[in-house]
């Protein structure tokens, strides 16, 4: 399967406690995005990468939300001190991007990672 | 400020009862505009991208059209296995950000046997 796989698919975690996950791209993919998506809303922009570089942070991003892309390849969303509002559907997409001008940026996305803040 | 608006909320059809969902986005300067589709505790899957007014594109049931400031997804003699939330999404404008797709809230399709 060489769709954007994400780890875990579930998480449950109690308030005040750090949670990571994990997204793998498509591999020839240069661009890497995080969404968060909760219940009847469509997904929400939280930041993206261009291979390693973190090119734009959403004002949804608090603090307590920190992203890496070591090496272009996977990324990692850690959220720090989670709370209840934190619970949603993280979601990872990807896209190839080679001039800017010329594309239309079409996003593939994972299965998500599903997180209850208890 | 970018937006994206869906119609109706929810869909429900009898199976080959052929409708169509709406979405109509305020944007300075549509790079682009994405239909997915998302099932029930899934990532969306993307269906369609149009750039310019009067494109339209094909897949199996499926027909997105756009114009200059909505596009549909029309659906042709549905099955119970098109059921599913459809959403619609615009690329943000040059000048603005770069990175993310402005979302719609979605159309929950039911399609009933």
């Known amino acids: 399967d060489t769709g954007v796989s994400q780890n875990p698919r579930h998480k449950i975690t109690k308030r005040g406690q750090n949670v990571t996950f994990r997204c793998d791209p498509i591999?020839?993919?240069?661009?890497l995005y995080w969404y968060r998506q909760t219940l009847g809303q469509g997904p929400e922009f939280l930041t993206y990468f261009q291979n390693e570089a973190q090119l734009e942070k959403s004002r949804l991003l608090s603090d307590r939300f920190s992203a890496e892309r070591p090496k272009g390849s996977f990324s990692t969303l850690e959220i720090q001190r989670t709370e209840q509002g934190d619970s949603a559907m993280y979601l990872c997409a990807s896209s190839l991007v080679v001039l800017e001008v010329y594309s239309y940026n079409e996003q593939f996305f994972g299965p998500g990672t599903r997180l209850t803040v208890l | 400020e970018d937006q994206v608006t869906q119609s109706p909320e929810a869909l429900r059809l009898q199976e080959g009862e052929s409708s169509s969902l709406n979405c109509s986005y305020t944007?300075?300067?549509?790079?682009?505009l994405f239909w997915y589709r998302q099932d029930p505790g899934k990532g969306p899957e993307f269906l369609f991208t149009?750039?310019?007014a009067g494109e339209e594109k094909e897949k199996e049931r499926l027909k997105a059209t756009l114009t200059k400031k909505e596009s549909f997804l029309h659906i042709t003699a549905p099955k119970p296995e098109d059921s599913a939330t459809y959403l619609c999404?615009?690329?943000?404008?040059?000048?603005?950000?770069?990175?993310?797709?402005?979302f719609g809230k979605g159309t929950k399709l039911s399609v009933k046997p």
């Open positions: 999404a615009v690329q943000a404008p040059y000048g603005g950000s770069q990175g993310n797709l402005i």
């Open positions: 591999s020839e993919h240069n661009r």
């Open positions: 944007v300075s300067g549509l790079r682009g």
């Open positions: 149009l750039y310019s």
